[in-house]
């Protein structure tokens, strides 16, 4: 939250020197509460004065990039606050003792497409189980030469500092710093301008481990709270947030993430991580039936709570519909199209639905506001071309029957009103055949 | 070192609602699965869902109970021996389109019910006004010594089914669509109708996942938040019904690419279920015996205390 102008007066000298080409203080500290001026134009801040505006106005949450991926950066705790910034990342490991491009094929295989909307998995974690540096380096060059996305280094410091020279470039993720080896993984991190992973499964001592990180130059660090259950995840990711964003606490002012295994718990872990601030889930392995309901769940709860999703305007065939199918048309709001969708489906009828852009808006509230006339209606099927692939009769949703006059003089075909509600339709398909 | 004390301190408390037969919904006084400021010890409940008509029920789910769905009672039964805290009874077959169940015959069966399990029961209706109302009222005078749940009341229809609930001491859910402020709006309703707020449940609609999840969380936790401010008109116990989810494509549809649409649906039912006792649900309807086990064992590890 940026400072007020009374805020920022309070830390400037009060002397009005003019130095700063403003007749007085109050005067500079307004242009800086208006973002129109810089703290450093004044010569004579004191450095106090400078940590304790960067403290106020640095964002709660760093937001830690890893190649394209930005993971933190939230300034709320609940997303009907504000939209939640950067959605959670899902990893799946490469172990170094695998066959790598058989399992980087079936890594990019993990791909579907819901609603307009690509999602795939967005990182690899290469990890070393083998033990042995030799084998973990050609892992991670074999990982280089077919992901260009970006990828997670998974090993002790020992074998880390060798394989980082060939990986640096990439900027990887170092998974992790534990009590017993900071040291060392923050000295390789600062040296590699690396992304770190922390964690400890006490939360004052993974505060701890953030401070040495922070100490030493290492910024870009995400928090690993070591949670071994939902009840570990959704507590301690909860203190970590609320620290961060209540209370400022600086040392939890980072993204945090899971490491879980696979199968069920794994992904009830995932669940969880997605909906309580959780920025990367790193699994062993993950299946496509598991990966679709949690790909959709993220994109749930990342949406922006102010604008409903909207699907695109356009013609979706339901079945296979033929030259006579009857054609539904409705609004673009999400919640409507699926729900009409999946109550057409029931039917195991074929149809036409047609997609008006109503900007996102329900039926009814359309209709009032205007964006879901006749005219406008009428446009949308003549644009599409589902008049002259089907003679079918056309059903008005049963909320607008108003339009049906209107419309049917517009097309010039018959029309019929649906169903008020959208549950009905199975059966009023049926009774329509 | 030292780090902040992030436990809030919230004036209000869920309500404590008895649901009969010894079961007891609500008593939160903190967010979901927050033991150090939620002292609210109560698990969150699972009900199992069973309909007495399968023409509209999925082949897929009837595939799971090995034939017992046909019998609405050894249904009952089979979810008591899986755990579930409830029973919740569709009447679907009272719709007069299917023209089997007559309201006392729908009466016969939840005593059938009640005397095959001994968990609390909630009622549902086929969906038809004309007929629930007529079918609520029979229930209500036929099952006396036996608290239910009738479900449901909304804005337009709220009248019959809480005389019901009145005469017969039942609970009844108020239902409200996606929206904090009419949540409490039907909360109002029915208290000034005369329902004791003890003898209240909140339905404020469960989206699916993939259908609108999104404005159900956060409608829930918008709930939540205020409850535990202090808004005593949203201080009511929630429930949540996941089976929506067995209505999205996505997780239903026969597609190799997408893995095996038992498992998908499982999962649906199951992330559905687990956003909204996330967001503040006290009780869950769940339909799949796979998610419900599932969901079951997360809620038992979730608890406070
Ligand atoms: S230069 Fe600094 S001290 Fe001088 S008037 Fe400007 S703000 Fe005040």
């Known amino acids: 939250m940026m400072p007020t102008a009374i805020e920022f007066f309070k830390l400037l000298p009060k002397t009005n020197c003019k130095d700063c080409g403003q007749p007085t203080c109050l005067a500079f500290a307004m242009l800086l509460a208006n973002q129109k001026a810089k703290m450093d134009d004044c010569p004579h801040v004191s450095r106090e004065s400078k940590d304790a505006m960067e403290s106020t106005t640095a964002p709660p949450v760093r937001t830690v990039a890893v190649g394209n991926v930005n993971m933190g950066g939230e300034t709320v705790l609940h997303r009907h606050e504000r939209r939640f910034i950067n959605p959670t990342a899902y990893a799946v490991t490469i172990s170094d003792r695998c066959d790598i491009p058989e399992r980087i094929d079936a890594v990019k295989k993990l791909s579907f497409e819901r609603v307009g909307t690509v999602f795939d998995v967005d990182m690899v974690s290469v990890r070393c189980d083998s033990g042995d540096a030799g084998v973990f380096i050609k892992a991670v060059n074999a990982v280089m030469g077919s992901w260009d996305r970006p990828f997670i280094l998974e090993c002790g410091a020992g074998i880390l500092k060798e394989v980082i020279k060939e990986a640096a470039h990439r900027r990887p993720l170092l998974y992790c710093a534990v009590h017993e080896n900071a040291g060392e993984m923050i000295a390789i991190a600062k040296d590699n301008s690396c992304p770190l992973v922390l964690r400890d499964t006490d939360m004052e001592r993974l505060a701890d481990l953030a401070a040495a990180a922070a100490a030493a130059g290492v910024n870009d660090i995400v928090l690993d709270t070591g949670s071994a259950n939902l009840k570990e995840c959704i507590e301690r990711h909860t203190v970590v947030r609320r620290s961060a964003i209540r209370k400022r606490f600086k040392q939890f002012g980072y993204p945090l993430m899971n490491r879980v295994g696979s199968g069920e718990y794994a992904v009830a872990m995932a669940v969880m991580s997605t909906m309580k601030y959780g920025s990367l889930v790193i699994f062993d392995d993950l299946k496509n039936y598991e990966a679709l309901p949690l790909f959709t769940l993220r994109q749930n709860i990342y949406t922006d709570p102010q604008v409903p999703i909207q699907v695109k305007q356009g013609l979706y065939p339901i079945g296979e519909p033929d030259g006579h199918s009857p054609i539904f048309f409705t609004t673009n709001f999400s919640l409507t199209y699926f729900t009409v969708r999946a109550d057409i489906e029931k039917s195991k009828i074929p149809v036409w639905l047609q997609i008006v852009d109503t900007e996102g808006l329900s039926v009814l509230t359309a209709y009032s506001a205007g964006k879901f006339s006749a005219e406008h209606v009428a446009e949308s099927l003549n644009a599409s071309g589902v008049l002259t692939r089907s003679d079918g009769i056309v059903v008005i949703p049963g909320l607008v029957a108003r339009m049906s006059a209107k419309l049917h003089e517009l097309l010039g075909r018959d029309v019929i009103i649906g169903t008020t509600e959208s549950r009905d339709i199975p059966k009023f398909l049926r009774e329509l055949k | ?305």
């Open chain 2, 1 to 305: 070192m030292k780090i902040p004390e992030t436990d809030e301190k919230y004036q209000g408390k869920i309500n404590e609602t008895d649901l009969g037969r010894g079961y007891v919904a609500g008593g939160a006084d903190g967010m979901p699965f927050l033991s150090s400021e939620n002292t609210g010890k109560r698990r969150v409940m699972i009900a199992g869902e069973v309909v007495d008509d399968l023409s509209d029920y999925p082949e897929l789910a009837a595939a799971m109970f090995d034939g017992r769905q046909r019998d609405p009672v050894e249904w009952a039964r089979m979810w008591m021996s899986l755990g579930m805290d409830m029973i919740c009874l569709r009447l679907k077959g009272t719709d007069p389109d299917k023209g089997k169940r007559t309201p006392k015959e729908a009466a016969d069966l939840v005593k059938n019910v009640i005397d095959a399990v001994p968990l609390p029961v909630i009622v549902f209706g086929c969906g038809t006004p004309d007929t629930d109302r007529e079918v609520m009222r029979e229930i209500s005078a036929a099952v006396k010594d036996t608290r239910l749940i009738l479900a449901k009341a909304d804005e337009d229809d709220y009248k019959t089914i809480s005389s019901a609930a009145i005469a017969g001491g039942h609970n009844v859910i108020a239902f409200s669509n996606l929206d904090v402020n009419l949540a409490k709006q039907m909360n109002i309703i029915l208290t000034d109708f005369g329902v004791d707020r003890n003898n209240v449940l909140m339905d404020p609609l469960m989206a699916p996942l993939g259908m609108g999840l999104d404005y159900s969380y956060s409608v829930n936790e918008r709930i939540r938040l205020a409850a535990l401010s202090g808004d005593k008109m949203l201080q009511i116990p929630m429930i949540c019904d996941a089976t929506g989810a067995w209505d999205v494509g996505d997780a239903v549809s026969d597609d190799d690419g997408l893995g095996s649409a038992v498992s998908r649906v499982t999962w649906w039912e199951t992330i559905t279920a687990m956003a909204a006792m996330t967001s503040g649900a006290d009780i869950i309807i769940m339909r799949g015996p796979a998610a419900a086990d599932m969901v079951l064992g997360y809620a038992e590890e979730l608890r406070c205390g």
